[in-house]
């Protein structure tokens, strides 16, 4: 007695529905209550069942608040409640299919999700009547709060980064560097969207150097924590100190807050009413983190002070797994050739991912670059390759008849 | 065209067979593949369709009149199906390009069937000048990336042939894992080559899986080859070496002049022909009495990469070039006398009771006459790969030769131990593989190996 929903997949927003058949565990298919304070988000129950689940959301803290719900990757978002103000009660309803997911807030809209928690739904996958146009739109909506939840959560890690570096704790700051980048590198692809934006914050020295401009952002940064020794070499094989000095402490407060105005800049943008994105975007963007990674990952030039390329690599492959996970239902509802080329792309995907996890993790680090072998980075590349193939069919499929 | 095309006269026509076809084997129960990529191979989404058996009729009236005329082979088109791979006996082409795979880590036996069935599809098409999938270089989805890299569009075939080959890899690894059920197939005779004196081999240049050959009269097709074959190969198995050549330094049919090796000799005079038919059953191709049965019809490929120290060769006397080689520089002819086709007399001595050919010769110790009676379908090609770190030509010789085992290649580059060229070579990539027989249109190359 499963009904036939008619409702985009998560996140549309609040739609007014009325469970039937499928009953959740939740006694009598009654509202998930969800206690937001500034520094909890405590969900009433950890499982129920597939459908469409409404949560009652009360906050009761200081300031506004978000609710979110995340995929099994905890990055990618399948639905979210923004702006819940402080004293307001609200409903927010979901379409969960069966799975891991996890329930967390974000006070302020911002930084790093807060009380995460495994949410689990089960029973039987609901049959989601669901056009076209909605399923482009659930994509868009969830991508468009991923992008922002990831530059949400930049703003301050950048901010504590760039404190230490500024102050002189270089052991602090370089311990914060790479994870700093993942934010930026799982989104990259909507970052050099703003045209004069990703040069100033992500340029590498020789780019910069090429195209005349002043030489700032995250790698300017990089080498100050990792100075070149006496005849070491930039990544084109010039001296390391050609036109290059370590920065001065007024040099250091300058880039900085150049950094800091120019994330800020980026989460302006992402969050102005007109940002949107479109699902060619968020397509293409999976297939273009793939090609950052074959193009600078692999060939360790993008960390070449810090060696740290295998947290970008890592960022870049999440960030691209993301927007495939946002179109994977439009590319499902394609038929036999949808299906079969999402499980290709998927098993692909965790073949990286396990290789990717023998070197190391963002949360607990990647070995340094330096030391991977020839033969290990090739088997990565084959991996990479393995992957971007299935991968660079996806446009087709999604916009395709 | 039988003159021209001795891989696919009508002795080895595809209704023929002689060889160890299987009756309706993997192909057939994998969905009568190959008459179109995979969903792999293509991810399903190009209308590869029915295209896969278009490569008959057309193409091969072509390869007719193009091939009549020996000098001009730039517009020939060889039939890619028969009972032999084609690319051993065909009149060597100019240009080659060369690649060695390794099947990716986890890939099982159903990987490398479908990968040879993909590889065998695109290589009949290519093979006959057309692209790897009807429409496949701009006819496809603007959203998507082309099927066929499209650097060949407008180009004739060029005499384009592709060879496949297994290495002993392939049957089971160096530490003995059987990845594809096949290890009890493998060969007794296809083992890594023994220690030969004076080599200097690097493990990235040698070795391998699995080989293609793509020989052309255009680089351009040739490299389309190998670089289509290998992008639709990413996921099952990716190049662990390639080699570009320039220049064949072997004829393999009387209708061809003979080429020069980048010491400016003559190379190949004594080379295996298609011609002498008999010669070639005897010393090229595996028979259907030889073991495995599924090898008839095959061969054994062995690669060398030989690197030439060009500069010293260069301020070398003439005289001592000569000596060192066996023959005159101009003609080719042994030193013994006579013309360059004359059989070298090895017993000949000059008027101080030396031999003419000295003992230490190249020819000499080349020789079928010291190598009881082994010979080698040479199929080699210069290279040169740009310079080395201090300035010199990093060139000289990809030798590839074919053979009906490689215990000829063996006795033979044993008794070259002692060859006075040796002084001016050395030998930096090694490679051996068992060449399947070729395959029956709507079967695929290597089929018997997995009936």
Redesign the interface.
């Known amino acids: 007695m499963k009904r036939t929903l008619s409702v985009g997949l998560a996140g549309a927003g609040l739609i007014a529905l009325t469970l039937t058949g499928c009953v959740p565990n939740n006694a009598g298919g009654s509202a998930v209550a969800v206690a937001i304070t500034d520094d909890a988000c405590d969900v009433a129950t950890d499982t129920t069942a597939s459908g469409a689940v409404t949560f009652e959301l009360s906050n009761t803290g200081t300031d506004v608040n978000e609710f979110e719900i995340l995929a099994e990757d905890k990055l990618r978002i399948v639905g979210e409640k923004e702006n819940v103000t402080p004293g307001q009660t609200v409903s927010y309803v979901a379409q969960l299919e069966p799975g891991t997911y996890y329930t967390a807030c974000k006070f302020q809209l911002i930084g790093s999700p807060i009380g995460l928690a495994e949410f689990t739904v089960t029973g039987d996958a609901t049959a989601v009547d669901a056009d076209a146009a909605e399923l482009n739109d659930a994509a868009v909506t969830n991508y468009i709060a991923y992008i922002r939840s990831q530059v949400g959560e930049l703003i301050p890690a950048v901010a504590a980064f760039t404190t230490a570096y500024a102050s002189g704790d270089d052991e602090t700051a370089r311990g914060l560097f790479a994870q700093t980048r993942a934010f930026y590198e799982r989104i990259e692809p909507t970052a050099e969207a703003f045209g004069d934006l990703d040069p100033k914050i992500d340029y590498r020295e020789v780019d910069a150097v090429a195209e005349g401009l002043d030489w700032t952002g995250f790698h300017r940064i990089e080498k100050d924590l990792w100075p070149p020794a006496q005849g070491d070499l930039n990544s084109d094989g010039t001296s390391a100190f050609l036109d290059w000095a370590p920065s001065t402490t007024a040099e250091r407060t300058a880039f900085a807050a150049g950094l800091v105005t120019d994330t800020q800049q980026l989460h302006d943008l992402v969050n102005a009413d007109d940002f949107t994105v479109s699902v ?1 975007d968020i397509s293409n963007g999976s297939i273009g983190l793939l090609d950052e990674v074959a193009s600078g990952k692999i060939s360790g030039e993008e960390d070449w002070w810090s060696g740290t390329d295998l947290t970008d690599f890592q960022a870049n492959v999440q960030g691209a797994e993301v927007a495939f996970g946002n179109v994977e239902a439009i590319a499902r509802s394609k038929g036999d ?1 949808g299906e ?2 999402v499980d ?1 792309i998927q098993s ?1 995907f965790d ?1 990286l991912d396990a290789l990717l996890a023998q070197y190391g993790s963002i949360d607990d680090g990647f070995v340094d670059y330096t030391t991977v072998t020839d033969a290990q980075r ?2 990565l ?2 991996q990479v ?6 991968l ?2 996806l ?3 999604v ?2 008849a | 065209m039988s003159g021209m095309n001795p891989d696919a006269g009508p002795d080895s026509a595809p209704e023929n067979t002689s060889a160890a076809e299987p009756a309706e084997s993997a192909a057939d129960a994998t969905g009568g593949r190959p008459s179109g990529l995979s ?2 191979g293509l ?3 190009v209308g590869a369709g029915a295209a896969g058996l278009v490569v008959g009729g057309a193409a091969g009236a072509a390869a007719g009149t193009a091939a009549a005329s020996a000098s001009s082979q730039r517009n020939a088109i060889y039939p890619f199906y028969g009972t032999r791979q084609a690319g051993i006996t065909t009149p060597a082409q100019d240009r080659l390009h060369f690649a060695s795979y390794d099947m ?3 890939a099982g036996r159903d990987d490398l069937i479908e990968l040879l069935q993909d590889w065998t599809y695109a290589a009949a098409r290519m093979t006959q000048g057309l692209e790897v999938t009807d429409g496949g270089a701009v006819g496809g ?1 603007p ?3 082309p099927a066929d890299t499209g650097e060949a569009l407008g180009l004739p075939a060029a005499g384009l042939t592709i060879t496949f080959g297994f290495g002993p890899t392939l049957f089971s690894t160096e530490d003995g894992e059987d990845r594809f059920g096949i290890a009890a197939q493998r060969p007794e005779l296809l083992t890594r080559l023994p220690r030969f004196s004076g080599d200097s081999l690097r493990p990235e240049l040698g070795g391998g899986d699995l080989c293609i050959q793509a020989c052309a009269d255009d680089p351009q097709v040739a490299v389309h080859a190998i670089r289509n074959l290998s ?1 639709i190969a ?3 198995a ?1 190049i662990r070496w390639s080699q570009l050549g320039f220049g064949r330094t072997s004829s393999t049919s009387t209708s061809q002049l003979t080429p020069r090796n980048l010491f400016g000799f003559k190379d190949g005079t004594a080379n295996v022909k298609s011609e002498d038919t008999k010669l070639v059953d005897d010393q090229v191709f595996v028979g259907s009495t030889d073991s495995p049965a599924w090898l008839a019809g095959g061969s054994y490929l062995v690669t060398r990469k030989i690197r030439m120290i060009i500069e010293t060769w260069d301020r070398t006397r003439l005289e001592e070039q000569e000596r060192v080689i066996g023959r005159d520089k101009g003609e080719g002819a042994p030193l013994s006398g006579g013309t360059e086709f004359t059989e070298p007399d090895f017993e000949a001595e000059t008027g101080a009771g030396t031999p003419a050919i000295d003992t230490d010769a190249h020819v000499r110790l080349a020789h079928p006459t010291v190598n009881k009676g082994a010979s080698l379908l040479r199929r080699g090609y210069n290279f040169v790969d740009g310079n080395d770190e201090l300035g010199r030509l990093d060139a000289g010789l990809f030798f590839m030769s074919y053979q009906r085992s490689p215990e000829q290649f063996i006795g033979i580059q044993r008794s070259l131990a002692a060859d006075a060229l040796n002084e001016y070579i050395k030998h930096v990539g090694s490679a051996i593989f068992a060449i399947p027989p070729g395959a029956r249109e709507g079967s695929y190359v290597g089929a018997p190996l997995f009936a």
């Open positions: 060619a050739d079969k080329l290709d692909e073949a090739k088997e590349s084959d390759n393995a992957l971007s193939e299935p660079s069919q446009t087709a499929l916009l395709g | 969903r792999r991810f399903g989404l990716a880590a986890g989805s959203l998507a990336p992008r990413f996921g099952r990716s």
